[in-house]
C-alpha cells in the first residue's frame, strides 16, 4: 500500500497530557498538510511543508501545537497539554505541487 | 467566514437516477477545485478535480461543472449506485506561486441512495 499512513489511528488521553501523531505521505510527495476535522464540519487547514519546511500555519494552530517533518518525508503533530476542544480527527495529507491532495485515514483524538 | 459553502446537508436519491452535490465558493482566487467523498471513521478520499480553465471535467460516472461567474460548482453522479452513499465534500485551493494550496473545504453534503 503506497497511500498516506497515519499512527495512531486513535488516542484517548487525559487532559492536559501532550500526545503525537505521525504521517507517512506518499513518497515522491513534497507537499505534507495537516487538517482537523470536528463533527459535521468540513476538515480545517492547520500547517503546510514543502520538503522539510514549514511554510504556513493557521491561527487555529495555538503555542500548543508543533509540527516536524525533519527529512521531507514523514512528518509529526505534536499537541502538548491537551484540552477537551483538542478532540477531533486529526488527517494528513500529501501531493505535488498543482496536484490533488490524498488523504491519510487519520487519527482520531479524545481528551477526557 | 464561509469561503466555500455546501448549502443541502443532505440529499437522498433513488439507485441508477443521477445525483446532483452543489458548491458556491467566494474567494475569486480559488483556482482548483475538488470534491472528496468520506466514510466514516476513513479519511476522504479524492474523486475528481478541477482548474478554473476548464468549465467540465468527467471520469466515468463522475462529472463536475464549473460555473465561475457564477462562483458555483456541482458534481454529478451518474447512474448513482447505493455504494455511493457517503459524505462529499467540495474544496477550493489557490494554486499561484505565492500559495501553499491549502484546501478550503465545504461543510459536506451527506448522499445516500437508495436500492
Known amino acids: 500500500d503506497t497511500g498516506v499512513s497515519q499512527n495512531p489511528r486513535h488516542k484517548i488521553t487525559k487532559r492536559g497530557q501532550n500526545v503525537t501523531f505521525r504521517c507517512d505521505p506518499i513518497s515522491e510527495h513534497n507537499r505534507l498538510y495537516w487538517y482537523r476535522q470536528t463533527l459535521g464540519q468540513g476538515p480545517e487547514f492547520l500547517t503546510y511543508?514543502?520538503?522539510?519546511?514549514?511554510?504556513?500555519k493557521s491561527r487555529l494552530l495555538s503555542d500548543r501545537f508543533s509540527a516536524e517533518r525533519p527529512k521531507g518525508s514523514f512528518s509529526t503533530l505534536e499537541i502538548q497539554r491537551t484540552e477537551q476542544g483538542d478532540s477531533a480527527m486529526y488527517l494528513c495529507a500529501s501531493s505535488l505541487q498543482g496536484a490533488a491532495q490524498y488523504f491519510g485515514p487519520g487519527t482520531r483524538l479524545l481528551v477526557l | 467566514d464561509q469561503q466555500v459553502k455546501q448549502n443541502s446537508p443532505s440529499l437522498s436519491v433513488q439507485e441508477g437516477r443521477i445525483s446532483i452535490l452543489n458548491c458556491d465558493y467566494t474567494?475569486?482566487?480559488?483556482?482548483?477545485f475538488l470534491w472528496y467523498k468520506k466514510y466514516p471513521a476513513e479519511g476522504p478520499t479524492f474523486l475528481i478535480s478541477i482548474s478554473s480553465i476548464k468549465d467540465k471535467n468527467e471520469d466515468g460516472r463522475f462529472t463536475v461543472f464549473l460555473n465561475k461567474s457564477a462562483k458555483h460548482l456541482s458534481l454529478h453522479i451518474v447512474p448513482s449506485q447505493p455504494g455511493d452513499s457517503a459524505v462529499y465534500f467540495c474544496?477550493?485551493?489557490?494554486?499561484?506561486?505565492?500559495?501553499?494550496?491549502?484546501?478550503?473545504f465545504g461543510q459536506g453534503t451527506t448522499l445516500q441512495v437508495k436500492p
Open positions: 474544496a477550493a485551493s489557490a494554486h499561484g506561486s505565492s500559495n501553499t494550496g491549502k484546501l478550503i
Open positions: 511543508f514543502q520538503n522539510e519546511a514549514q511554510l504556513e
Open positions: 474567494n475569486s482566487m480559488f483556482d482548483y
